[in-house]
């Protein structure tokens, strides 16, 4: 079993063949947690969990699109239904930062009352996230953390951190770093779907591609890494097994 814990299969860019796509993460194994950007998308997130048993749901608001309190009551009400909180974080390509440090406060406080781990985008932002995570009362996971070694290695310190490998692992030195530097125990795969990746299409499916990776930098087996991911899945996921019963 392969998990992708972060794709966007909402984007314009699926619109033509996500029924075929979510046919072949089925059959070849590949779980997905969509990851919503803002309350519009997280609908349609929702609306897709619930027509495959490999889909799942992560609701977010993304720190590019102007804070909506609405996410908050969706959050709430829909907190049955979904496995974690995300996409949210904070991006200092935007100026707003004072105002996005206090919206992901929020989003951290809302992720304890409903006990959801975080999905965490960090650009231009990392060392502030890792701050504002130390003392998070839930799991965080840090997508995409392209940072120095010496945060990596601070990241991967934390408790209930854990950093998620990109599938453009195959030929991105900063995403090989992080699965260098964090130990297994804190490693799980994402494929950003259907971003980050200047070679091919993205889709879920190449995050076997970060499995594949991993099993190479770690020196195991693919079996040993599918073993090792899925149970720090279920670590994190907490309610992965039973929202589909
Ligand atoms: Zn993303």
Do not use: W
């Amino acid at each position: 079993m392969f998990y992708d814990i972060h794709a966007h299969l909402t984007s314009n860019e699926f619109k033509k063949d996500i029924n075929e796509i979510i046919k072949e993460c089925e059959k070849n194994n590949v779980i997905v947690i969509l990851n919503g950007l803002n309350v519009e998308d997280n609908e349609e997130v929702l609306k897709i969990s619930k027509s495959s048993p490999n889909i799942f749901a992560s609701i977010g608001m993304h720190p590019s699109y102007e804070y909506d309190r609405n996410f908050e009551k969706q959050a709430i009400q829909n907190k049955d239904d979904i496995v974690a909180i995300g996409e949210v974080g904070l991006d200092f390509k935007y100026s707003n930062k004072e105002e996005q440090i206090s919206n992901f406060k929020r989003i951290i406080l809302l992720a304890e009352k409903i006990n959801k781990p975080l999905i965490i985008h960090s650009r231009k932002a990392q060392e502030e996230v890792l701050k504002l995570i130390s003392n998070a009362g839930v799991s965080a996971v840090l997508h995409a953390f392209l940072a120095t070694n010496k945060l990596i290695r601070e990241a991967a310190e934390l408790p209930n951190t854990y950093l998620s490998i990109p599938s453009n692992v195959v030929y991105s030195e900063q995403s090989r770093n992080i699965a260098i530097l964090a130990p297994m125990s804190r490693l799980l795969c994402e494929t950003d779907s259907p971003y980050m990746n200047k070679n091919e299409r993205n889709t879920p499916l190449n995050v076997i591609n970060a499995y594949k990776a991993i099993t190479a930098i770690k020196k195991i087996s693919m079996k040993e890494a599918e073993s090792a991911i899925s149970l720090n899945v279920k670590k994190v996921f907490k309610n992965i097994e039973i929202i589909k019963k």
